[in-house]
């Protein structure tokens, strides 16, 4: 039997291009534990999130450049994941958290909240850990999305947020007793930022998804000012009305430097489940033009659905709770790519500048 050569495998290797960093596998050092045994080649793969779309991409690309490899017969490619950190525009990283996004919008009930718990859920499906800030003063309700009941328990000054299908969850929603009406002054909603920041604990977290109130007034501007955030999305519906609230909101999180990570189309169409004809509620495509006219990237689309709204009201996110539905695998594809930018984002590639706006 001939003898694999160690040089000529990583030679194979040092062929296969991360398609998202678009450099080879050798020069991004991502290749760990190479062994040879007989004709057997194994290694692992170190990702730099856990939620990579892209793993079986490589998988096969790795095995057609080691299939040229005399004598090499099998392969065993293990992946692992050492999620990298953001950068927080100044600011202080909140302890074991690594990235931190925002999930906004100009204008409210388009599906932030929605939209947020679901793609957490599937950020968690693909292998990360995940929390959720809820950050909406006006109408803080992750905690019923998440079908949370218990509020945070609190030992001294430190607050041990509870979890809803896997998500640590700390929200505005914990810090008022229910039924009062949130009226947030300044100083106040500083004060509660400041404990959401230094007194939770929340544990090591790949990400931390920071439910954001609709609208780009003083309370939207404070919260992204105060929160070390290190990317954000904004989530839309297609129609125009829609569509130039949330130009204002790129441009208000590109004032305090937020890059921004890409636009969510919510409420896309529905189709009928009886006679399954498409109708475009909210007309059509408006997310993607969006994305394209501000040069930010297009994450998806989400259709109308029933299911969507009940697994919300209900605290089963259709995510969890229908996880191979159609709408459940486009979140799975939209938090691949958001995980994909913010690695790349992470790796030192410049922030966005939107079209338009300075
Ligand atoms: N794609 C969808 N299909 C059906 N219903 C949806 C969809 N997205 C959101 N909804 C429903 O629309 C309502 C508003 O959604 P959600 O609360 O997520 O919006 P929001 O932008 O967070 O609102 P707010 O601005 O008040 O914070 C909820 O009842 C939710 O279940
Ligand atoms: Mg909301």
Redesign the pocket.
């Known amino acids: 039997m001939t003898q694999v050569s160690e040089e000529k495998v990583w030679q194979a290797l040092s062929r296969v291009i991360e398609p998202d960093f678009k450099k080879d596998l050798v020069t991004l050092k991502m290749v760990e534990n190479l062994k040879i045994e007989g004709g057997k080649v194994s290694f692992t793969i170190v990702l730099t999130t856990p939620a990579c779309p892209l793993k079986d991409e490589m998988k096969k690309s790795c095995n057609e450049a080691l299939s040229q490899v005399e004598g090499v017969s099998e392969t065993e490619i293990a992946f692992t994941a050492r999620t990298t950190t953001g950068t927080f525009t100044g600011k202080a990283a909140i302890p074991g958290v690594r990235n931190v996004l925002a999930v906004s ?1 100009g ?10 718990v679901n793609l957490a859920i599937a950020l968690k499906a693909l292998g990360a850990k995940v929390g959720i800030m809820d950050a ?1 003063v ?2 803080p ?1 992750i905690p019923m999305m998440l079908g949370i009941n218990t509020p945070p328990k609190q030992e001294g000054n430190r607050f041990i947020p509870p979890k809803g299908h896997g998500i640590t969850c700390m929200s505005m929603a914990f810090m008022v007793p229910p039924g009062t009406p949130l009226i947030w002054r300044g100083p106040m909603l500083h004060g509660v930022i400041q404990q959401f920041i230094r007194d939770v604990e929340w544990g090591e977290l790949d990400y931390l998804i920071v ?1 954001m ?2 609208g780009t007034g003083d309370a939207q501007l404070s919260l992204a000012q105060l929160v070390p955030l290190s990317g954000t999305i904004i ?1 839309t519906t297609p129609q125009e009305v829609a569509l130039s609230d949330s130009r204002r909101g790129l441009a208000m999180f590109q004032k305090v430097n937020v890059p921004i990570l890409g636009i969510v189309e ?2 896309s169409s529905f189709v009928c489940p009886h006679c399954h004809e498409e109708t475009a509620i909210f007309s059509r495509g408006g997310g993607e033009s969006a994305a394209k006219e501000l040069g930010v990237p297009f994450l998806g689309r ?5 299911s ?2 009940e697994g ?2 209900h605290g089963m996110p259709i995510a969890i709770g229908q996880p191979s539905h159609e709408i459940s695998k486009a979140y799975q594809e939209i938090a691949g790519k958001l995980a994909s930018a913010i690695s790349i984002l992470n790796a030192g590639a410049k922030p966005i500048q939107i079209a338009g706006f300075s």
Not at 107 to 116: F, I, L, N, R
Not at 302 to 306: A, E, F, G, N
């Open positions: 919008s204008k409210g009930g388009v599906g932030k909240s929605t939209t947020a909406d006006y109408g309700n439910d109130p609709p989530v919510n409420m989400i259709p109308i659905d029933l969507i709204r919300g009201d």
